[in-house]
């Protein structure tokens, strides 16, 4: 069990290891294995690449996220230049459906609206804006569609958990409501969580995980 001042030099180290990511600028902070990230940083990708950063840091239980992006003046856009290039980098995205996703761009921020079938769909969609010029933030209001039925939909995700993770399944518990997944149970950190998310994410049909997974030793 690693104290909270060994987790923040392995978050601060893992932070500097990214070349990706401006280091010097985040300031970490870390109080019973829950870390948080302040500070100011260039472009919407590199909050993205900080938060990936702290999750595969062993020890994390949880990460709050107070990161504001200012746009370094040779990054800055209107928001019809960026709902234009948004548009076009999902119409040239192989995994994102065209014409399912709507744009709409206000103060740099980016909304997505409309209706897939997969959330890989759904999680594309969000990989395509990420590291656009101009992008302040991103929020995400696609809708996935209901597929199968709740019952076959619960052994699936358990039977890919299984698969994927045999020590993990035995721990995760999986509940389906309609399109509506919840995942509760124990994990032993933040990167087994996001695997166990994203499996009941890529479910046919999965519009929403609750998350009550908790992460531990």
């Known amino acids: 069990m690693k104290t909270d001042m060994q987790l923040k030099t392995d978050v601060s180290d893992e932070l500097a290891w990214n070349p990706a990511i401006d280091a010097a600028a985040i300031g970490v902070a870390v109080h019973e294995g829950v870390v948080t990230l302040t500070g100011q940083l260039n472009t919407f990708a590199e ?3 900080a938060e990936r950063a702290v999750r ?3 020890g994390v239980r949880a990460i709050a996220i107070d990161l504001d992006v200012k746009l370094a003046p040779g990054h800055k856009r209107s928001d019809t230049e ?3 290039v948004a548009t076009a980098a999902m119409r040239w995205h192989s995994m994102v459906p065209d014409d399912c996703v709507k744009v709409k761009v206000e103060n740099g921020w980016v909304t997505l609206s409309g209706e897939l ?3 890989y769909q759904y999680a594309s969609a969000e990989q395509a804006i990420r590291p656009l010029l101009g992008v302040r933030g991103l929020t995400n209001d696609i809708t996935v569609k209901p597929r199968v039925s709740a019952r076959n939909l619960g052994g699936q995700i358990t039977a890919a958990l299984t698969r994927q993770a045999q020590r993990e399944a035995h721990h995760i518990g999986v509940e389906v409501e309609g399109a509506i997944v919840t995942l509760s149970g124990q994990v032993h950190s933040l990167a087994e969580h996001d695997a166990a ?3 009941a994410f890529s479910a046919r049909g999965v519009s929403r995980v609750v998350d009550h997974l908790r992460v531990g030793a």
Do not use: D, F
């Open 47 to 49: 909050k993205h690449a």
């Open 117 to 119: 079938e997969w959330g």
């Open 197 to 199: 998310i994203g499996t």
């Open 56 to 58: 595969r840091v062993a």
């Open 82 to 84: 960026i709902a234009e």
